[in-house]
């Protein structure tokens, strides 16, 4: 996979290659992270980027010039047609459907934002779509590339140490944690720390209960704290009875 982002701060994306599963996937050529600085594709000699709105009003808007030309030289280098991904409040907000469906792509092409707004003229002529990360403002796009490239790394062979990460992760479909629903409780050594004890289930090396109470688990925690959740999810009789038993020992 090919990443570009289009940011006029270069070096926050760049801390991504020295950090973490991002780090390690660039490092060990699984993924190619390439930075665009518009500022680099201006005429004039302060390289302006952005000016005074239209109509007036606070902040400054990004110039689309600059930005177009970037867009251009950017998808040069590949002639692929590939959708150019802008991160904006007013997007769809990302979730971990969104996520798979990104991590699909042979390339990404992510345009972050500063100040105001982008001309919108920029947007309705070279941006295919918005991708938000819910409904609050930061303060550029950089941070929302960051979350859209960790995400769809995580999902990419080989870049976690074991695939079952990524399938048992929250909001994962899959046989084990399916529907979308929050991840289970996990526990690791010392078995009893300042008092508390891991469950016994996950120390009697029976990996069919372990399973169930693993699935049982997950469903509590969506019912509890996520149960607009559970409202779309495909639950099986299993499921339910494992829920409806859940639900009779929190009562007890």
Known sequence: ????????????IQQLTTLGVTGRAITDGKVELITWNPRDFTDDRHNQVDDRPYGGGPGMVMLAEPLARTLAEVQRQDQARTLVSGMSPQGRVLDQQAVRELAKRPRLILLCGRYEAIDQRLLDSCVDEQWSLGDYVISGGELAA?????????????????????EQDSFSQNATTGNGLLDCPHYTRPEDWRGQTVPEILLSGNHAA????????????TWKTRPELLAGAVLSEKDQRLLAAALADQEA
Do not use: C, K, N, Y
Not at 1 to 12: C, G, H, S
Not at 210 to 221: E, F, H, K, P
């Open 210 to 221: 372990i399973a169930d109470w693993r699935r049982q688990q997950a469903l509590l925690a």
């Open 1 to 12: 996979m090919r990443i570009d982002v289009i940011t006029l701060f270069p070096e926050w």
């Open 146 to 166: 960051g979350v859209v490239i960790d995400a769809v790394l995580r999902l990419q062979p080989g870049v976690l140490g074991h695939q079952q990460s990524a």
